[in-house]
Every structure is written in C-alpha cells, then in structure tokens.
C-alpha cells in the first residue's frame, strides 16, 4: 500500500509477510531497525471530510520526526460506540519509531489536536481519534497509558483493519494473534471501504 519507501522499509515489509509473528526478534528486523519498535496505531473519525483526516493523519505519521510508517489498512466504515453520533471510518497502521511509549502517545495526542480532536464526552464524536494498540510486545500499565490497549481485544473496528495487514501480530498478554481474536469477538459488521 506504500509504494515510496526505501529499500530497507520494503525489506522489512516482505519479512513481516513471510513471519509476522518472529518479526520483533528476528536478526533481520534488529539490523534493519536496531533502535526502533515496531508499533500499532488505531485510527478513527466521524466528524468532518473523515476520509481525507484520516489520510492526511497518516501523511502526518509519515512526516513525525523519529516515526517511520510502515503500512497501513484500507478504511472501514463501523457503527459508533456511545452517544448517538455518525459512523465512523476506522483503520490501523504499523510504525517503526524510536519514541519511548509515553512519548509517542504524547505525539498522537499533539497529531489530535492539530485535527481539530476535542475530548467533550466520553466516546463521543471525534475528528481524529489515534490509540497506541501494541508498542513491540511490551505490556505496560500505568496511571496513564495502558499498553496494550485494554480494549482492543472487544473492538472489530481496531481488529478488523489490523487482521488485513497483520494477521499475525501476537496480543503479548493473551499469546492470540490478531486474526484469532477477531475470531473471538462479534459486533456489527463493517464494510471495507477501498479508500
């Protein structure tokens, strides 16, 4: 789906494909990106043009200092969790970064913001919502991140466009892959928008 990466992005691609699941201690991926974690983002809006927030948020990932973007999936329409409010357009995107969790969820909350992102009620509309799902495969809970994200495992919208470009990304607290919890879980269907 990224067609302008440099070579040792590309390379890195075709190993994820060929074994996702090993990708994170293979000698291949530590020579390619020896400082840098593999990540997952969970994107979303339903405020605005929310097709064109939502690329130009992943524009915005790919120009952040110490980000790189690796991938990311087609957008997929789903109902809304909460208050009565518009469908959303939901998708995910795998980053390298050399950002430490904190840190990158302080740059998603700036990327928000930039977007127009005001936090009036919970799960309420929003024009850009960007969740850290999975930093590598660090279990991480503190007073304000939780990593992974502690709803994910419920969400089709976050599994759904995750299981299209990894299927095989493992859950480090339940040792399921994404294509198996998504298995696991039933809510609304989405549709996959080719955007």
Not at 159 to 183: F, K, M, N, Q
Request: glycine share 4%.
């Amino acid at each position: 789906m990224i067609h302008d990466q440099p070579q040792e992005v590309n390379s890195l691609v075709s190993i994820m494909t060929k074994n996702y699941q090993e990708i994170s201690t293979s000698s291949e991926y530590q020579n390619a990106f020896p400082n840098e974690t593999l990540s997952v983002i969970a994107l979303g809006s339903n405020l605005g043009d929310s097709q064109k927030i939502l690329n130009e948020a992943i524009f915005t990932l790919k120009e952040t200092e110490k980000i790189q973007l690796i991938n990311h999936s087609h957008w997929y329409q789903t109902k809304p969790v909460g208050p009565p409010q518009p469908d959303y357009l939901n998708g995910c995107a795998i980053i390298n970064t050399t950002l430490s969790p904190h840190q990158l969820l302080n740059t998603l909350l700036e990327i928000e913001k930039k977007f127009g992102r005001e936090r009036k009620e919970k799960w309420g509309a929003r024009t850009l919502d960007l969740d850290l799902i999975f930093y590598g495969d660090l279990i991480l809970n503190t007073s304000t991140l939780e990593i992974p994200h502690p709803r994910m495992r419920e969400r089709t919208f976050v599994l759904e466009p995750l299981a299209e470009i990894a299927p095989h990304w493992i859950d480090p607290v339940t040792g399921l892959r994404v294509s198996e919890l998504l298995i696991n879980i039933s809510e609304n269907k989405t549709l996959n928008l080719e955007a």
